[in-house]
C-alpha cells in the first residue's frame, strides 16, 4: 500500500507562488508515475502534472496546457517527497489540489488523467485573491 499526504496549501494573491509537498510512505520503492490534480468545487479533478519513466524518458515531466510554464513538478526520492512549484499563480489556479501515485510507468499524455493512479492523497486547498 501506498500513503500519500499533502500539505502547503493556503492564499495567495495573484501573481504569487506557493509550493505544495506531497510525503510519500508504505510501498515507496514500487512507485512508478506521480502526479497532481486539482479539483474546483463543482467540477471534476483534473491531471495537472506528472513525472515519472514513461516508457522513454526516465523522469518525463508532463503538464497540462494550462499550466505549463507556470508550475513545476519535482521530486525528492532521498526523502520520499513530491512537489509543486506554482508561479504565477491566477485566481482560476484556486482548487483543491491532490497529489496522486501509481505502480505503473507514466502514460503518455498531456496531462495526467485520474483513471491511471490508484493512490491518493487527502487533498490541499489553495486560494487565489486578485
Known amino acids: 500500500q501506498v500513503h500519500l499526504v499533502e500539505s502547503g496549501g493556503g492564499s495567495v494573491q495573484s501573481g504569487g507562488s506557493l509550493t505544495l509537498s506531497c510525503a510519500v510512505s508504505?510501498?515507496?520503492?514500487?512507485?512508478?508515475?506521480m502526479a497532481w490534480f486539482r479539483q474546483a468545487l463543482g467540477t471534476e479533478r483534473e491531471g495537472v502534472a506528472s513525472?515519472?519513466?514513461?516508457?522513454?524518458?526516465?523522469?518525463?515531466?508532463r503538464y497540462a496546457d494550462s499550466v505549463k510554464g507556470r508550475f513545476t513538478i519535482s521530486q525528492d526520492t532521498a526523502k520520499n517527497m513530491l512537489y509543486l512549484q506554482m508561479n504565477s499563480l491566477r485566481p482560476d489556479d484556486a482548487a483543491t489540489y491532490y497529489c496522486?501515485?501509481?505502480?505503473?510507468?507514466?502514460?503518455?499524455?498531456?496531462?495526467?488523467?485520474?483513471?491511471?493512479?490508484?493512490?491518493w492523497g487527502q487533498g490541499t486547498q489553495v486560494t487565489v485573491s486578485s
Open positions: 496522486a501515485a501509481d505502480l505503473f510507468i507514466c502514460r503518455r499524455r498531456v496531462a495526467p488523467r485520474t483513471t491511471d493512479f490508484n493512490y
Open positions: 508504505g510501498s515507496v520503492n514500487a512507485v512508478n508515475c
Open positions: 513525472v515519472g519513466d514513461d516508457g522513454s524518458t526516465p523522469y518525463r515531466t
